[in-house]
Each structure stands twice: as structure tokens, then as C-alpha cells.
């Protein structure tokens, strides 16, 4: 008779043992994803105050707008031809996964990290990451600043 027990608590285990991994896989992923900062928020009304150029792998902006921007509260979300990039950069950084190390202006931790009007700031995407970017393609930035939406930059790879 205890032959017969052992088959069926051992089902009941395994698929208690599933429920449980399960269910913490599922909290850790909704604490990643409450983290996110929050894209619905008047997403429609931004004006675009940063500009973005793209030659190769190399993204150059430009602050258009008349706000003075401190880049250790500004957050890039990178996507090459709607995919977006399996590393994205942490501002201001000197070297990150994904990118070649000594970005240029505010977002270069060794300069001054406030990004001012009519000011440039460059990053490179290294070959690590993917997509890496290839002439014709279309790179879209999306800017986060203090958690709020903040803008949204297009320009075709040259």
C-alpha cells in the first residue's frame, strides 16, 4: 500500500514546487517592470526639445529646448528600427555594457552632468550590443527626465 502513496505525493509535490517558483518569478518580474518610469503620461504633447543625429554607431544630441537638464535625473530608452537595444546606457556614464566608453559632454561622468540649452552630448553603441545600428535604419530615442516623459527623437542612420 506504501508503493502506492509514494507516485502521487510525489505529483503533489512537484506541482506545489512549480506553483511556488512560479509565483516568485512572477513578483520578481513585476517588481522589474514598477520600476520602469511611466510612458503614458502626456507622451502626445511633448515638442521634441532634443535634437538626435546618427553617423554609424554614434548618436549626437542636442538639447533644443530652454530647459537646463541635470543628466543624473535623465534616463534613454534606445531602439534601432523599432527593437530596442539589449543594453541601454545609464546617464552619465564613462564606460557601460553595450557602449564605447567616454561618451561626450554632460553625459560623460568626468564633465559637468547639467545639459544646457543649445548643448551636445554623444554616445556610441558598441559592436556588444544589438541591434547595432546600420546605415538606413531608423534610431528612436525616447527621454525620461525626473520619471516624466519628457521627449521623443528620431533620425535615419547615415
Known amino acids: 500500500m506504501s508503493r502506492a502513496v509514494a507516485p502521487v505525493f510525489a505529483t503533489i509535490l512537484l506541482v506545489a514546487i512549480v506553483v511556488v517558483t512560479a509565483g516568485v518569478v512572477s513578483v520578481v518580474a513585476v ?59 545609464t546617464i552619465p556614464y564613462f564606460s557601460t555594457m553595450g557602449f564605447k566608453p567616454g561618451p561626450s559632454g554632460p553625459f560623460n561622468t568626468a564633465s559637468n552632468t547639467t545639459w544646457v540649452p543649445g548643448q551636445d552630448a554623444t554616445i556610441t553603441i558598441a559592436d556588444t550590443n544589438e541591434p547595432v545600428p546600420q546605415v538606413g535604419d531608423t534610431v528612436t530615442v525616447e527621454l525620461w527626465y525626473k520619471d516624466e516623459y519628457y521627449a521623443k527623437t528620431s533620425s535615419t542612420v547615415e
Do not use: K, W
Not at 79 to 87: K, L
Open 31 to 89: 517588481g522589474f517592470t514598477s520600476t520602469l518610469p511611466d510612458t503614458t503620461t502626456g507622451a502626445e504633447a511633448v515638442e521634441h526639445p532634443v535634437e538626435l543625429e546618427v553617423v554609424g554607431r554614434t548618436l549626437q544630441f542636442t538639447n533644443t529646448g530652454t530647459e537646463t537638464i541635470d543628466v543624473d535625473e535623465l534616463t534613454l530608452e534606445i531602439s534601432v528600427s523599432d527593437q530596442p537595444v539589449a543594453f541601454q546606457p
